[in-house]
């Protein structure tokens, strides 16, 4: 069972390494074009679409994936749920999103003009679509299929960042349209995909699937929500309290501190529809402990070394414009290893049903951040932001290992520690892969 797991981990690194890459080439590429500012502004009319699309998803995708793992309704009803939810939320974000932009724009995203704002609302239906529809994979456990969408969706943006900004030399507006484009084309590769997969398409919603995808839904709705805010609000605050060429340094920082996520982020995603369809309970008790602890100790040792290299990759990569991005970066590095241990234990809880635990530490944290933020920015600046973020990060992890511990019975050193065992598991995971390559080559 480990070696599967480790393999669809493997798949899903890959895919997410390839990602990180081009990520970081077209984060450098809009940020030397742009400037700190126009990286500022960029960021701040990005995140409405977001912003929206957080708060209006339901939780669908995670419902999606809940249900399919449990077997309880066929793929192509809850194909066809998905769709009909993406269009009924898209039209509702949109009527949303203009109200806030024409009533609420100047306060809510100072120093960003509406053009900008109106661009990147198009943004929303194909962001929607992809959440709901994608995660049909994720539950299907064909982690293939499911990271492909993704590569596709950054390719054909970063080739459009290439034509636009490198080649035609346009600005903040041509940035946005790229990330409209290749949303738009990932969504039909998507739709057909799909389609293929399920055997068809019924645009017809059961009464029942609509009620258990609501009660499960809304719950990871909630618990969504205060997550993203979370990675989020110290974005506003400092919008907010300084200005958007602060959000600027700040953006870089925050952008390659979540690049360190990329293992636990693929750890966590293969984690999930693996608990929701696992019926063993002594297999369950061991196997999120082997992959929290690992995990976190692999964030460890990345996190370490890109403190010590922190000033020479930010300088390298963006620019001398930039060296105000160092020190806030270094400190969100304790953050990254915080959330990476974080996220394996709140999908394990999730995948359980156990949803109120994880509302109450995730509205928890949401709320010691926002007062940290106010506390710290105006006192610190973009520094003061990033330990508020840090601090607030480590505290959630320490809640989620207490009440993870009291659920499944494992004792925190089982959270935290290398095992001898894991020694044991690491020999077969090389040999095993050893073999892979070589019958490939």
């Not at 943004?123 to 596709?152: D, H, M, R, S």
């Not at 605050?237 to 501190?257: H, K």
């Not at 999930?272 to 082997?290: A, G, H, M, R």
Request: glycine fraction near 6%; charge should be positive; include cysteine.
């Amino acid at each position: 069972m480990i070696v599967k797991f480790m393999k669809n981990i493997f798949v899903t690194f890959t895919a997410r390494v390839f990602i990180l890459l081009l990520g970081i080439v077209t984060s450098i590429i809009i940020a030397r074009v742009l400037g700190p500012e126009g990286k500022g502004i960029y960021t701040l009319a990005i995140l409405l679409p977001t912003l929206l699309m957080t708060f209006t998803n339901l939780g669908i995708g995670s419902a999606s994936v809940y249900y399919i793992g449990k077997k309880k309704y066929s793929l192509i009803e809850i194909f066809g749920c998905n769709i009909i939810f993406s269009i009924l939320v898209s039209i509702f974000v949109i009527i949303v999103g203009l109200v806030v932009i024409f009533f609420f724009g100047n306060k809510i995203f100072p120093g960003v003009v509406k053009e900008y704002l109106l661009l990147a609302l198009c943004l929303a239906p194909f962001q929607i679509f992809l959440t709901f529809v994608v995660n049909i994979f994720l539950g299907l456990q064909e982690f293939k299929k499911y990271n492909f969408i993704a590569l596709i969706q950054h390719i054909i943006f970063f080739a459009l960042i290439i034509i636009f900004l490198l080649g035609l030399q346009y600005g903040i507006k041509a940035v946005i349209a790229a990330q409209i484009l290749s949303s738009a084309l990932a969504c039909v590769a998507l739709f057909f995909l799909t389609k293929k997969e399920a055997g068809g398409i019924i645009l017809y919603m059961k009464k029942s699937l609509f009620k258990d995808f609501f009660n499960y839904g809304s719950k990871i709705y909630l618990i969504k929500i205060f997550s993203f805010l979370h990675l989020k609000v110290d974005i506003f605050m400092i919008n907010i309290l300084l200005n958007p060429l602060e959000v600027g340094f700040y953006s870089i920082a925050v952008g390659l501190s979540d690049k360190i996520w990329l293992i636990s982020r693929s750890a966590a995603t293969v984690l999930f529809p693996k608990v929701c369809s696992e019926t063993d309970d002594k297999k369950l008790k061991e196997f999120t402990p082997l992959v929290c602890r690992n995990i976190l100790w692999i964030t460890i040792v990345i996190a370490t070394s890109l403190f010590f290299l922190s000033s020479y990759v930010i300088v390298l990569f963006y620019s001398e414009q930039f060296n105000k991005s160092i020190l806030p970066f270094q400190i969100l590095l304790i953050g990254a290893i915080a959330i990476s241990g974080s996220r394996i234990l709140a999908n394990d809880l999730t995948a359980r049903n156990r949803l109120k635990e994880n509302i109450y530490i995730s509205s928890f944290s949401f709320i010691l951040n926002i007062i940290l933020n106010i506390i710290f920015i105006p006192k610190f600046g973009i520094i003061g932001a990033a330990w508020a973020t840090a601090i607030s990060y480590a505290i959630t992890f320490l809640s989620r290992i207490i009440i993870y511990c009291k659920i499944s019975g494992n004792k925190i050193k089982d959270i935290i520690l290398i095992q001898k065992s894991d020694i044991v598991l690491y020999g077969k995971l090389i040999s095993f892969f050893w073999k892979r390559l070589r019958s490939v080559s």
